[in-house]
């Protein structure tokens, strides 16, 4: 058992020299992020301005929503840049969770600066009852600008979102919610809540001036606050579950053994442990049942083409340790 145990050791050593497989980076994720960062700056100015021309509470609420969603392209351009420094001693295997980290900061960055403000001061306006609106036009020019502007920044989101879906021939609903890249995610998500947000800040300044009551502008701010909850609350929980840990999918696991176990020289996998590393980065350690005629020279060949037909079969694998062990 010491030489098996050696030569797994030796195999293992050679899987984690390599550093540039650790994470693999998509640049259309930056492009995506950088693009609706871009958006939501320039919107934000625009829906200041039109606020405090108009006096509207949903045109300042969705302002703050801008200026959260700036903030959280921010944070997550930052994670890309810093996921992808080299492994260093003290991080063997390397800086991937960083994307997890940064995207959880931003989720809490949505709910304390879009969707607090936009509560209060709505539920602010709803009690003191006596706001004045003004400018409809400007606030309806800018509500339509924004909504085109954030139109093009989803469906840039979207169709990459699709076609990484259809390259992992998985359903697109399935992927969305399983996908472990938070980047094209969370730009996804944010941006369909602010196309929300948009819709509810124009039918509240549009009620408002229909009816003359001011009860419909404070109440649209008061529900995309509610909006910014529910997304924060969703983008944090799903970043808080990657970056404590997480294994890999379910069929990703199940491909992992159904692999192993093809090799003649494997009688069984007797553990499979899986733990996600980054956005396109899985650690696998297998435990295997070798049969008994399986001479110590051959465990690290066929450990060998144990890690090159995993990394074929799950490409985002990019960390094999194999304990190999004699059948009892």
């Known amino acids: 058992m010491s030489g098996e145990a050696a030569l ?18 998509t640049g259309a994720s930056r492009k995506t992020v950088l693009i609706a960062l871009t958006t939501n700056a320039t919107i934000a100015i625009c829906k200041g301005i039109a606020g405090a021309l108009t006096g509207s509470a949903g045109m300042l609420a969705e302002t703050a929503h801008s200026l959260a969603d700036t903030g ?8 890309i840049s810093l996921s992808r420094r080299e492994p260093r001693e003290d991080r063997p295997f390397g800086h991937g969770q960083e994307r997890f980290l940064w995207t959880f900061v931003a989720a809490v960055g949505m709910f304390l600066a879009g969707a607090v403000f936009a509560i209060g001061f709505g539920i602010y306006e ?12 400007i606030a309806y020019a800018v509500l339509a600008i924004s909504f085109a502007a954030e139109g093009t920044s989803w469906l840039r989101a979207f169709r990459q979102t699709r076609r990484e ?6 359903p697109f609903g399935a992927y969305v919610r399983e996908s472990r890249d938070p980047n094209v995610k969370m730009v996804l998500f944010e941006d369909s809540a602010a196309l929300i947000g948009v819709v509810l ?21 008061v529900l995309i606050g509610l909006l910014l909850v529910c997304v924060a609350w969703w983008m944090g929980r799903d970043a808080k579950h990657l970056l404590v840990g997480s294994a890999a999918h379910p069929r990703e696991r199940d491909a992992i053994e159904r692999t192993i176990e093809e090799f003649d020289e494997i009688r069984s996998v007797e553990e499979l442990l899986t733990l996600v590393l980054g956005p396109n980065a899985l650690l696998v350690a297998a435990r295997v049942d070798l049969r008994d005629d399986v001479p110590a020279g051959r465990v690290e060949q066929v450990s060998s083409a144990i890690d090159r037909r995993l990394r074929e079969t799950v490409p985002d694998v990019t960390e094999v340790f194999l304990d190999p062990t004699r059948g009892r």
């Open 165 to 170: 879906a259809r390259e992992a021939d998985r």
């Open 201 to 221: 800040a124009a039918l509240g300044i549009a009620l408002n001036q229909i009816t003359g009551a001011h009860v419909f502008d404070p109440a649209a701010s």
């Open 126 to 137: 709803l009690l003191k009852g006596d706001g004045e609106q003004s400018e409809f036009g």
């Open 8 to 25: 797994s050791h030796r195999h293992a050593k050679q899987v984690s020299g390599r550093s540039l497989e650790r994470t693999r980076q």
């Open 72 to 79: 959280n392209q921010i944070f997550l351009l930052i994670s």
